[in-house]
């Protein structure tokens, strides 16, 4: 017979899986809904924010009672204390994927500068990340993870650039700065997403490794 505390483990890795499963589909939504000029998957997203949002509160209170059952130890108590942070991050990128689309659907029509601030590049740079510290999650590969690690200034550079390019055609055509303003707030969310895979993928090397690469903590402190 399964102990209550293997029980509930269980639990925990089901939920936490089909929530990074739901929060990635959130995230491809809410990029598609620009790349296709789409609304209908905007609409999508935001519909679904609940159910992001129930999984975050089942997720937590699976963790909580785990805590109360016993003391766990070695990997499993690394695994449980590295759920409620991975669960905090898939939720950030749920209410992320939200933003994005709320900014999606106040636009109204396609933005002439679409084509000349490199989206589709930002786009594929931010699934990437989500979707390899998600498998690397789901997968325990730390070698996955570090990947991600390894991404994380790349697309805060090329988010960067992308926002000068922005300002740049808003100065050539100062009608679009309405539109512009919601497409700065889209990459910076887009570049928030980059953290919280990172973030993520710190967790995993930590679940397998049992050593932590929180590799921004000293520029955090100066």
Known sequence: MDRPFDIQMEKLKTKLFKMCSLVDEQVNYAIKSIEEWNKDYAKIVIERDSRVDKFDDKID??????FALTQPVAVDLRFIMSAL?????????????VNIARNVLDIKGKPKFLNKIDFKENARMTRYMIKNSIDSFINTDSDLAKSVLNLDEKLDD?????????????????????????????????????????????EVYFIVKAESIRHRADQEED
């Open 85 to 97: 942070r991975i669960n905090v991050n898939l939720e950030r990128i749920g209410d992320l994927s």
């Open 158 to 202: 090329l988010v960067h650039e992308s926002i000068d390019k922005l300002i740049k055609e808003l100065k050539e055509n100062p009608e679009l700065i309405e539109d512009g303003i919601k497409f700065y707030s889209i990459y910076q969310d887009m570049e928030r997403l980059g953290d919280h895979a990172t973030n993520i993928g710190e």
């Open 61 to 66: 209170r699976i963790c909580q009672k785990l």
